[in-house]
């Protein structure tokens, strides 16, 4: 699947996304590999590992009648980005394994990255 969101001729400005394309399986129109890009905050990215268990609830079918979907921390992008109010954001990709519900491209999602267990006092304290 190939977008252009610029037209032939058309000038482009500096940064502007040209051509996204995305590998998808022949007569289903469904990507080769279901991935999820996350935006976390600059406190939360030191729990945040390559490797971890992530859940995903899709913003689209309603997580308690359709459930959550599956998939494990695939990379961390090393640079922050400027957030609203300076406050620094950083880029997490994800690999979808299972999901119990159609993925859209470009459909909003929340994903909860399980870090591991904290004591109870703890969660208080950082809150």
Request: charged share 25%; net charge positive.
């Amino acid at each position: 699947m190939v977008e252009t969101p610029v037209a032939s001729g058309e000038p482009a400005a500096v940064g502007q996304v040209i051509l996204k394309v995305v590998p998808v399986d022949g007569g289903e129109e469904k990507p080769r590999r279901q991935g999820v890009r996350l935006e976390i905050s600059e406190m939360q990215v030191g729990d945040v590992a390559v490797g971890q268990p992530v859940r995903l609830a899709s913003k689209m079918w309603p997580p308690r009648v359709h459930g959550y979907a599956k998939g494990v921390v695939a990379r961390l992008e090393p640079m922050g980005l400027e957030g609203e109010r300076n406050a620094r954001k950083f880029v997490v990709h994800v690999d979808v394994s299972s999901s119990p519900f159609a993925m859209r491209l470009g459909s909003g999602v929340r994903g909860e990255i399980v870090t591991g267990r904290k004591p109870a006092w703890q969660i208080i304290l950082e809150h």
